[in-house]
Structure formats: structure tokens, C-alpha cells
Antibody, heavy 118, light 106 residues
Framework: QAQLVESGGGVVQPGRSLRLSCAAS????????MHWVRQAPDKGLEWVAV????????YYLDSVKGRFTISRDNSRNTLYLQMNSLRAEDTAVYFC???????????WGQGTLVTVSS | IQLTQSPSSLSASVGDRVTITCRAS??????LAWYQQKPGKAPKLLIY???TLQSGVPSRFSGSGSGTDFTLTISSLQPEDFATYYC?????????FGGGTKVGIK
């Protein structure tokens, strides 16, 4: 059974950095694109970034371009999101998600909370 | 591409037929998914490619539409269906979500 588990969330001051991880198991990680999606408290879902199966193609939400970097280590079955210059509006639960059985987001992690506050 | 869901919330009773709409700001063919999310949980894929039922999802859920106008229908609302529903387009990046529709108990 495919499983995605995020980690690395926490409380961070504005302007600081944080790196999130998403550990995959039960799937051939290197075969799938991986996405980050976030959800601010009591708000809707917001797609953040995607990385192709081999890391050759990457796309970002405009509001995180230049501040966030998505990457993956296929040897460790792990996805990353390096978040720099964090802002209060980046406060959210961050989910990793992947199209495994379908071309759509059919597998999700449980999410990790990032709080940007002084 | 912007996705506009309506209504943003609704109240319904068990057994009711519920319809949620999602309108895209430009054509996305059938690259649309519907998700269900319950409080404190990750979203769950219900429908993909606008009308294909995800494995394991009850047949009371159905999707239709193409181009810019899409619909999610729950034919007979069950107690476990009270949740928030989101549409998402995968026609182009960014893969935007609709604002959500909260289905509450009447």
C-alpha cells in the first residue's frame, strides 16, 4: 500500500527558512511526479509545486517562485520543499501528493503544519 | 486558470440529491478532478477526468462536463458525505483548485 509521510513543519519567524520532507513507501517512487499542495487555516486548497519523476521538469505557484525549491532524491524515496524568505501568508498545512494509480492526485500524505510568526 | 465553485456552502438532508458546479475561466477539456475533504484529513480523490469514478468510491457520486462547465452530483446524500468538496484542473500549471463547497446537515 502506497504511503506518503510529511515531516519538517514547525513554527518559524518571518524571513527564515524551513525544509519539508515527504517520505514515500509502497510505490516505485522514481516513476511518479510529485506535488506539494498547501491549505491555510480554515481556507481552501492551493497547489504549490510539482517535480517530474526524474527531476527534469519543475513548476511553481507564482507567489512562491524564487523563494521555494522543490527537489527529490529517488535513491532515498524522498521529496523535499525548501522554503526560504517565509512570510505570514505561507502559514498552512503542507501536503505532498502523487498520481500513482491514476493521472490525478490519488495519494496524499497526512500533511505537516508550517506556522510563520514572530 | 481560475475555477469557480458554487455554491460555497449548502445544507442538505440524508437522502437528498446534491449538485455542485465548477466553472473554469478557460477550456480545460476533461482535465478535472473532484475531491472530498473532512476536517483534519487529507483530500480524497472521488472523480477524475471529469467523469471517471475513482476505485472504491460509492456509485452515488458522479461527475459530468467538459470544456468550462462541470458538475459533481451525489444522488442520495449519506451521513458520511457531509464534508467539503473541491474541484481541481490539471489542464495547465498551476493546477488550481476551486474555492470549495461545504456540505452541511440541514
Amino acid at each position: 500500500q502506497a504511503q506518503l509521510v510529511e515531516s519538517g513543519g514547525g513554527v518559524v519567524q518571518p524571513g527564515r527558512s524551513l525544509r519539508l520532507s515527504c517520505a514515500a513507501s509502497g510505490l516505485t517512487f522514481r516513476s511518479y511526479a510529485m506535488h506539494w499542495v498547501r491549505q491555510a487555516p480554515d481556507k481552501g486548497l492551493e497547489w504549490v509545486a510539482v517535480i517530474s519523476y526524474d527531476g527534469s521538469k519543475i513548476y511553481y505557484l507564482d507567489s512562491v517562485k524564487g523563494r521555494f525549491t522543490i527537489s527529490r532524491d529517488n535513491s532515498r524515496n524522498t521529496l523535499y520543499l525548501q522554503m526560504n524568505s517565509l512570510r505570514a501568508e505561507d502559514t498552512a498545512v503542507y501536503f505532498c501528493a502523487s498520481p500513482v494509480d491514476t493521472p490525478y492526485f490519488d495519494h496524499w500524505g497526512q500533511g505537516t503544519l508550517v506556522t510563520v510568526s514572530s | 486558470i481560475q475555477l469557480t465553485q458554487s455554491p460555497s456552502s449548502l445544507s442538505a438532508s440524508v437522502g437528498d440529491r446534491v449538485t455542485i458546479t465548477c466553472r473554469a475561466s478557460q477550456g480545460i477539456s476533461s482535465y478535472l478532478a473532484w475531491y472530498q475533504q473532512k476536517p483534519g484529513k487529507a483530500p480524497k480523490l472521488l472523480i477524475y477526468a471529469a467523469s471517471t469514478l475513482q476505485s472504491g468510491v460509492p456509485s452515488r457520486f458522479s461527475g459530468s462536463g467538459s470544456g468550462t462547465d462541470f458538475t459533481l452530483t451525489i444522488s442520495s446524500l449519506q451521513p458520511e458525505d457531509f464534508a467539503t468538496y473541491y474541484c481541481q484542473q490539471l489542464g495547465s500549471y498551476p493546477h488550481t483548485f476551486g474555492g470549495g463547497t461545504k456540505v452541511g446537515i440541514k
